[in-house]
């Protein structure tokens, strides 16, 4: 018998007449002669609440005991959508991560996906059971419970269709697929019939929150035929797979960005062999994520050094650098914290020269600096001010032409 995977996001299960409807579709997919696992997310806003009540508490949290708190948000809804699945005449089970046993590794917060065990799910099954689990949860070898960072329950979905060999996993949101870019900024935003693994991880990296962006790296490492839908309306989606000959050779496929940007600068630094190492070093060792990263060569054999970090991680990384400057004999230090990265993704771009040229452009006809550039063979991304964000995307949206069929 064929084997899906089905997740349903936060809105798709964020009321009990949502969470009776998801139950309904399940058993539909099942009557029509499937297996169906089922992996749920909290309902919508739950875990927002569970992190502000934590951090009146305290600020950072304690990161096991956020990790305990967080994953009861998903306990709820895999507890209600059995139910709601029992009551309308279908036997069903549901199991944390911990009881599934979905091992992961022991970062707290942010942990990966080690190790899943089938053998419940597989009884289950066979025995005609819909076998719900909870997303976005595990637990490490000495049995803490871990989550798996913000969006997580679409890795966990993922994860396990890859360790059940499913036929599909299909994730049922709010929008009905992936689209040219979020259709919540630009309204004639397209939905794309298919995208591939690369451009999709792309995507995911460089700000569209719809997949998790361990759930495309799965996906594409396990060759997990990944769907995108809808749980309010039927349609085909967005199928997410290996780059093949049918797709639209697009030269852009999509735009993401992301508004979780800030911006640092050492103004007046040494200009030596291993000032790069000396100023990264201490902001890796802070836990602090590089992004993009210029040097411009000064005239007076001093240089300026700029890199972008997550927003969150802004004010760490302004107390590392203004330690730093004691010893660099740095200018200045400066941030900016109210910046954006807006990216242009297509793996058409190998192919096309003049594609960056067009991009700044467009963004220069309508006066908006760029302040920084970054490229790779698929994408092209640039920071800007923050206020130019909506701006920056639907010119470019509509500059490439993504509305059109
Ligand atoms: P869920 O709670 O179901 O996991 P998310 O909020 O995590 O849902 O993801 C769905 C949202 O992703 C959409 O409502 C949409 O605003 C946003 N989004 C961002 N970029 C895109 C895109 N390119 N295509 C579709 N949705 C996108
Ligand atoms: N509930 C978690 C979150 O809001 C996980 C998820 O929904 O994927 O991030
Ligand atoms: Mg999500």
């Given amino acids: 018998m064929p084997l899906i995977v089905q997740k349903y996001g936060g809105t798709s299960v964020g009321s009990v007449e949502r969470i009776m409807a998801v139950a309904k579709k399940v058993i539909l997919a099942k009557s029509q002669g499937n297996d169906i696992v089922v992996v749920v997310s909290a309902m919508s806003g739950e875990t927002n609440r569970l992190v502000s009540l934590a951090k009146e508490i305290s600020d950072p949290p304690n990161a096991r005991e956020f990790d305990v708190l ?124 298919q995208i591939c693994f690369e451009e999709m991880l792309e995507m995911a990296s460089l700000g569209s929150k719809v997949l998790q962006i361990r759930a495309v790296e799965f996906a594409s490492k396990y060759n997990v035929p990944l769907r995108v839908l809808s749980s309010f309306e039927d349609g085909p989606g967005t199928l997410i797979t290996i780059e093949n000959k049918k797709m639209e050779k697009a030269l852009i496929s999509g735009i993401a960005f992301s508004r979780d940007e800030a911006k640092l600068t050492l103004l007046g630094v040494e200009d030596r062999p291993g000032i790069a190492a000396h100023i990264l070093a201490p902001i890796s060792e802070a836990n602090v994520e590089v992004d993009m990263i210029i040097q411009n060569k000064g005239v007076d054999n001093t240089t300026d050094f700029t890199f972008t970090v997550h927003r969150n991680d802004y004010l760490k990384a302004l107390d590392v650098l203004n330690e730093l400057t004691k010893d660099l004999g740095v200018r200045e230090v400066i941030g900016d914290e109210r910046i954006v990265k807006i990216s242009l993704v297509g793996v058409g771009m190998r192919s096309h020269a003049g594609i960056a040229s067009t991009m700044f452009k467009a963004l220069a006809d309508e006066g908006i600096n760029i302040q920084m550039i970054s490229t790779s063979e698929i994408k092209i991304s640039v920071v800007v001010n923050e206020k130019y964000l909506e701006l920056g995307v639907r010119t470019l949206h509509s500059v490439f032409g993504l509305e059109e069929a």
Avoid at 116 to 125: A, R
Avoid at 159 to 171: G, R, S, T, V
Wanted: charged letters at 20%.
């Fill in 70 to 193: 967080l994953s009861t948000g998903e306990q709820v809804t895999i507890s209600l959508l059995s139910m709601a699945i029992a009551a309308q005449g279908c036997p069903a089970c549901s199991y944390t991560g911990g009881q599934v046993r979905i091992l992961t590794d022991n970062v707290h917060n942010k942990a990966r996906i080690v190790d899943i065990d089938d053998q419940k799910i597989h009884g289950d099954l066979s025995q005609g059971k819909v076998v719900v689990v909870a997303g976005f949860q595990g637990v490490d070898d000495n049995g803490n419970i871990t989550t798996l960072g913000r969006g997580g329950s679409d890795t966990t979905a993922v994860a396990l269709a890859a360790a059940l060999k499913a036929d599909e996993c299909q994730i049922y949101t709010d929008v009905d697929g992936v689209y040219t870019t979020d259709p919540r900024v630009v309204s004639d935003a397209r939905r794309l019939e």
